[in-house]
């Protein structure tokens, strides 16, 4: 459904599914959107909120939990791929993960947390590979050591309830020498 302005432009627009709302915004008569648009759930809660430009997402956008919190949110560059610091949250509120985007592919820092806010993965991503010092911790295990491109590189440890259980290294992600368990 459309609405026009005097000059005949569109003004507003709601797109529905057997009778329900679920986006509003504008759509051209090209039916390309444009302009800021939100998305909603057959519930009728919102669902996502963000700009479009010739049909393609860009600038800041959030998108949501049913229930109402926020489930993830960042920005869009204007071709349309996701870009800078991307915040995703747990369906109670809590912060996720926050990844840095360049253009689509992962570049930069890269943090997970469990439900609790406790960090449970670490490092950097440089051109979509993990690269240098990553540190993972999954409750009684946790392991760290370096990526080169993707592939680990040197000296891993794996650790049991703080206790060294496996050492050892890697070259372009092949085992390399004495590891020991």
């Known amino acids: 459904h459309r609405i026009y302005n005097e000059k005949g432009r569109v003004e507003s627009s709601f797109i529905y599914n057997n009778g329900i709302l679920i986006g509003e915004g504008i759509v051209r008569k090209d039916g390309s959107k444009d302009g800021l648009w939100l998305s909603y759930y057959d519930s009728g809660k919102k669902k996502s909120k963000g700009f479009y430009k010739n049909n393609v997402k860009y600038g800041d956008w959030e998108y949501y939990y049913e229930n109402g919190l926020i489930e993830s949110k960042g920005l869009y560059s204007v071709n349309g791929k996701q870009d800078s610091i991307w915040k995703e949250y747990y369906s109670h509120g809590g912060l996720r993960e ?35 010092y990553w540190f ?23 650790y049991f309830n703080n206790k060294l259980i496996f050492k050892g290294s890697f070259q372009n992600g092949t085992p390399n020498g004495e590891h020991i368990f």
């Open 98 to 132: 926050e990844i840095t985007y360049y253009e689509g592919i992962y570049e930069g820092l890269f943090v997970a947390y469990d439900d609790t806010g406790k960090v449970i993965v670490k490092g950097l991503y440089i051109d979509n590979y993990e690269d240098g």
């Open 136 to 158: 993972y911790n999954n409750g009684c295990f946790s392991q760290q050591g370096n990526y080169l491109q993707g592939q680990k590189i040197g000296e891993w440890k794996s």
